[in-house]
């Protein structure tokens, strides 16, 4: 079946998307837009230079209305962060970007799913959610999907296992505030507290540092900013992830970011937990036990969130 998909934003982000996707079998055609129609030229000339390894797969430049009969819409506009910009100054700037741009993208692809990746991502999730007329089920932020990722692989690397082994997830914003329910973490299935005693001997190894694993998932991204200017790669590989599962035939759960109702005790705001997701966009959360403690630092997320949209003009 075709697929097509339509990339909003040309810059380090949406362009890796972009050909990330031309490498995948379950795509036909990607729409890349951008307000630089000359990096547009550029991003898609060279992408489409490499898909003659591929099946043939259509890859082009366009505008909005071109955008008409997406299965999926990824939305990376948006700016960086200035030197002395405040974090609102920057917040307030990528919503009026994400207010420009929602009228004209739902207006061509009212029936697709849509991940918004911009930042910051929550919030930006929650506009385009209060402002765009879609149902909720169709809008999905990439959260702390991401996140999730650097955990697993920090797992893994300390316990010399596969990732696909490591089952632990980020909650919260994609952020200062985020956190990581240590009591529902699973090696292999097995507790965190229990793995040490059924691990043969040859694989023991010393006790986690959950603060200091913690505060890698939080700071690797500024790490990786600091050493070649931006992060790309790794964003691009999770939302295409993100695109396999809705574009799969069976729903797929992850920790990405929606719309709350409830769910711990939280509302109207978006964060992330777990996700039932998949072709008919979110299924639903599934609000799995927490400590009194996580539930408490899931507030707080929820609560620095909820600040900062105080303070916007939506």
């Known amino acids: 079946m075709a697929t097509k998909i339509t990339v909003i934003g040309a810059g380090n982000v949406g362009a890796t998307i972009a050909y990330t996707l031309s490498s995948s079998s379950k795509v036909s055609e990607i729409v890349l837009i951008d307000i630089n129609e000359k990096k547009v030229l550029g991003e898609v000339l060279d992408i489409a230079q490499g898909t003659a390894f591929r099946d043939p797969i259509k890859v082009v430049g366009g505008t909005y209305a071109d955008a008409e009969g997406s299965d999926i819409v990824i939305i990376t506009s948006g700016m960086g962060r200035k030197p002395g910009q405040s974090r609102i ?30 930042n910051p991502v929550d919030i930006l999730t929650y506009v385009f959610t209060k402002i765009s007329g879609l149902p909720e089920n169709q809008i999905i932020g990439s959260g702390t999907i991401l996140d999730t990722a650097r955990l697993r692989s920090s797992l893994a690397d300390h316990f010399h296992i596969a990732q696909k082994s490591c089952h632990a997830n980020v909650f919260g914003e994609h952020g200062d505030t985020s956190f990581v329910p240590w009591s529902q973490a699973r090696v292999s299935g097995a507790k965190l507290t229990d793995i040490y005693d059924l691990l043969p001997e040859s694989m023991k190894v010393p006790e986690l540092d959950y603060a200091a694993v913690e505060d890698h998932v939080r700071t690797s991204g500024g790490q990786i900013i600091a050493n070649k200017g931006a992060t790309y790669y790794a964003v691009a590989t999770a939302v295409c992830r993100l695109c396999e599962m809705l574009l799969s035939a069976f729903d797929s759960v992850a920790c990405v970011s929606t719309m709350l109702h409830g769910e711990y005790g939280i509302d109207d ?11 008919e966009g979110v299924k639903g959360r599934i609000a799995m036990p927490l400590t009194d403690e996580e539930v408490a630092k899931l507030h707080h997320s929820a609560d620095a969130l909820k600040s900062v949209i105080a303070q916007l003009d939506i």
């Open 89 to 118: 100054d920057l917040t307030q700037t990528n919503v009026n970007i994400i207010k420009s741009i929602t009228p004209e993208i739902v207006k061509a692809a009212p029936n697709a799913l849509y991940i918004m990746v911009s």
């Open 269 to 279: 705001v978006c964060l992330s937990i777990l996700n039932i997701i998949g072709p």
